[in-house]
């Protein structure tokens, strides 16, 4: 009986992470709110939508390149490993979020609130964060950035 529990835990152990739900996906692609949604590895490219609620979503792995969700709230969400190169998320809402090893790389972040987010690793090259609330040094210091990047006043990134 031990070794069948114990091969019953390692198996659980080795199961892939819980995959996406593809109606889930389909409704979010089509530009629909989301909040709790499991939309793991999902390609939003392009989508242009204001206002969309993605909160405590698992975005994980996404693709956000070249999207437009201005005003989307993103709170407490998992945005681990999302790519976003060229997105567009003017005061949205990630705050509580986790974007550990985000690529931000040439977002429009402007007016977005990042606090209590996780910046660990989040590459925000030419970003630009101007009016970002909630953004600490703190958190900065955990990302990267380079000469483009454009931050609150007062704050810095260190290079990528």
Excluded at 41 to 64: T, W, Y
Excluded at 74 to 83: G, H, K, P, T, V
């Amino acid at each position: 009986m031990r070794i069948v529990i114990a091969a019953l835990a390692v198996l659980a152990l080795a199961s892939p992470a819980a995959a996406q739900n593809a109606g889930q996906v389909g409704r979010a692609v089509s530009g629909s709110s989301c909040p709790g949604c499991n939309l793991f590895q999902a390609d939003f490219n392009g989508l242009e939508r204001s206002g969309l609620d993605f909160s405590r979503a698992r975005l994980r792995q996404a693709d956000l390149s070249l999207t437009i969700l201005n005003g989307a709230r993103f709170s407490n969400a998992d945005l681990r490993d999302i790519e976003a190169y060229g997105g567009v998320f003017a005061s949205a809402s990630f705050a509580g979020a986790d974007l550990t090893n985000a690529s931000l790389v040439g977002t429009h972040l402007r007016g977005a609130n990042f606090a209590g987010a996780t910046l660990t690793g989040a590459n925000l090259s030419g970003a630009d964060l101007g009016g970002a609330r909630g953004l600490t040094q703190t958190q900065l210091d955990r990302a990267c950035g380079d000469a483009t990047t454009a931050l609150p006043a007062g704050l810095h990134i260190p290079p990528c």
